[in-house]
């Protein structure tokens, strides 16, 4: 869906697209089979993760955008960026920040599998409750989440498993150009969208950051007594998919609006996010 602003759509869906792939490819060079194997042995704590990022954020958004009493397509952008689950650079944050190494990967790979059913299944009930006659065909998500997400990821993996030498030396020299590559996409996406932000106002403003932050808040209760899953859990919870809520937005020939306030979300929550992100790096335990 082309964006309103001064940076030519081709060149930031190309930067975007090459970050997401480099990132997402990267961390698969990180990635142990054993230790993503591992995360499987609890079944009962990945449950617990599927239902935060699945359920409870969407029951959340809807809560705290009808107390908010926001004007239509505000609300329905908060709630649209908070069905559309499993953003890549989640992962990234949440190892950053002292995520479990292991269940880290493992929920979000869950999470982006069953998005593809999760966010049709939203959809269809929030007509219920919105009047509307929305939908998205699951083929479409489907084939989002493989690029962006589970073919880097994948191939990431298997190289590693392959030859863990070349990994973590192709990890190594990634490390560097992956961020150098998230501070150019950071940059022309606030370039684009500093006017949206700026123009939701402090009742929207107010409403997502209070989504956010209780998304991080239910993600870090449930993750279990082990702070590395509770983080991971936490960050991967809240960090919401900017791509299939404009995906969805976009099928649906959606109000601007609706596009406005999904952009204005994922700027404003990344914001919110961070604190926590820095919070808990500082009380991670070092590693080894």
Known sequence: MPIDGPIPDWLFSATAIATVFAVMFSLGLAISLGDFRAAWRQPGLML????SVL?????????????????????????????APGAPVALRRSLSAGGHRGFAPALQIAVALLAVLAIPLWIAGLDHVYGGNASVDPRHLARQVFIAQLLPLGLGMLVRHLKETLAESLGARLARITTLLLVILAVLALLN??????????????????TTALILACGHLLGGPDPATRTALAVVSAARNPGLALLVAAVNQADPRIVATVLA?????????????????HVAPPPG
């Open 55 to 83: 359920v409870a954020a969407p029951a959340m958004a809807l809560i705290v955008t009808r107390i908010a009493n926001l004007e239509r397509p505000v609300e329905i952008g908060i709630v649209l960026m908070a069905i």
């Open 48 to 51: 617990k993760g599927l239902f």
């Open 193 to 210: 969208v500093w006017r949206t932000v700026a123009d939701a106002g402090l009742h929207a403003t107010f409403a997502i950051v209070a």
């Open 265 to 281: 979300y994922l700027i404003i929550s990344a914001l919110t996010i961070t604190p926590y992100v820095v919070w808990r790096r």
